[in-house]
């Protein structure tokens, strides 16, 4: 019987009512001759509730309790959905981390997932029952409670497509990938398909659809994941390996803005000296992302280094770049939005930079930094500019 993996989002789940309807939901793809396994978040804003209690008792509450914490959201609404599942006639069990020995390792809050052990699920699923995870959580090798960090349910929900020879839908509060975000530009549109490695892209950008390690968990294994929403009336995006070697294919898939990163720049570094690889091993040694690094040409054996890092970790950053420079040399830039275009099709088409950097010019949007890789460029502009780039680019690339 093929194993259908689903995933529903906080969102999907956030009142009683709406825990029914996705029991209904699945209990009709059940009906139809598939076994169902789904993984669901906590209900609506509850992580957060859960984050904001926890700071009641400390600003900076300890991780390996937080985790405990946070756990509890998943597990609740586990355990309804088998309720409503079982009240709708039709058997149900639900796991947690810890029953489906869900193993992770590394930090607590963004833990990664090693292993699983299916023999319980597929026990349960040869009993015909519906079978429930709790999503987000795991168990480290000292027993205790991870969670895989913001949005973690997606990759459990891959995990464990990936061991059930499964397939996998996820279930957002979005009816499918677009070329942007739709908030921000009204004309975007909704993709059938999009590759791996551009999804992967967006969504470490800032497109916050998916969790990133879920995306990278598929290709990996070559599990393709469905996007969208469980009634079905729109089609959603299915994210997979697509072949670009269509001649119509567009260079530019998507843009992502993420606006959660501020840019650093220490002047008058000694070029000799090796305070650039110091100050970025220290960072680094913190699991701080170090990103957009720019570094002007040597003048009198002095450089200037500019980076990006996530807002958040100012305080951090700014302590450890004072044990290296000196507090007049180091400036803080907070108007920064990270614009990126994203586009298999980029490996074989040059003109997007160039196209993309004319219209900025054009339209005196100034280019802070600058990264690209192989299918992605990204900008670092201001604030106020995101909107008319956002327009500019879409509307040139026809996205
Ligand atoms: N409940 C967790 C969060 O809000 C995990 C998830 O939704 O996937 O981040
Ligand atoms: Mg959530």
Known sequence: MPVIVQK??????????KIRKVAETVIKRKE??????????AMGDTTDELISLAKGISEKPDKRELDVILSTGEVISSALLAMAIKNMGHDAV?????????????EYGKSLIEDLDIERITKSLNEKKIVIIAGFQGINEFGDITTLGRGGSDTTAVALAVKLNGTCEIYTDVDAIYTTDPREYNKAKRLKEIDYEE??????????????????????????IHVGLSCGEIQGTEIKEVNNMNMES???????????????????????????????????SRKINID???????????????????????????????SFAETKNIF?????????MVGIGMKTTSCAASKMFKLFTENEIDVKLITTSEIRITCAIKQEDKEKAVNLVAHKFNL
Request: hydrophobic share 35%.
């Open 199 to 224: 999804m992967l892209e967006l969504a470490s950008l800032g497109a916050q659809i998916m969790h990133p390690r879920s995306v990278e968990l598929g290709q990996k294994y070559g599990v393709p």
């Open 32 to 41: 139809k001759g598939n076994a169902m396994v789904v993984v669901v978040s």
């Open 292 to 322: 957009m690094i720019s570094q002007t040409a040597p003048m009198q054996g002095k450089v200037n280094v500019s980076f990006t890092i996530p807002k958040n970790d100012i305080d951090e950053c700014t302590t450890i770049i004072k």
């Open 250 to 284: 567009k260079p530019v898939t998507g843009i992502a803005t993420s606006d959660n990163n501020i840019a650093i720049t220490i002047n008058g570094i000694d070029q000799d000296k090796n305070i650039l690889s110091n100050i970025s091993e220290a960072i680094g």
């Open 8 to 17: 529903y989002g906080g969102s999907s789940v956030a009142t009683t009512e």
């Open 94 to 106: 639900s796991y947690t981390a810890y029953q489906i020995g869900m193993k992770t390792s590394g």
């Open 332 to 340: 803080v830039d907070k108007d920064i939005t990270k614009f990126s």
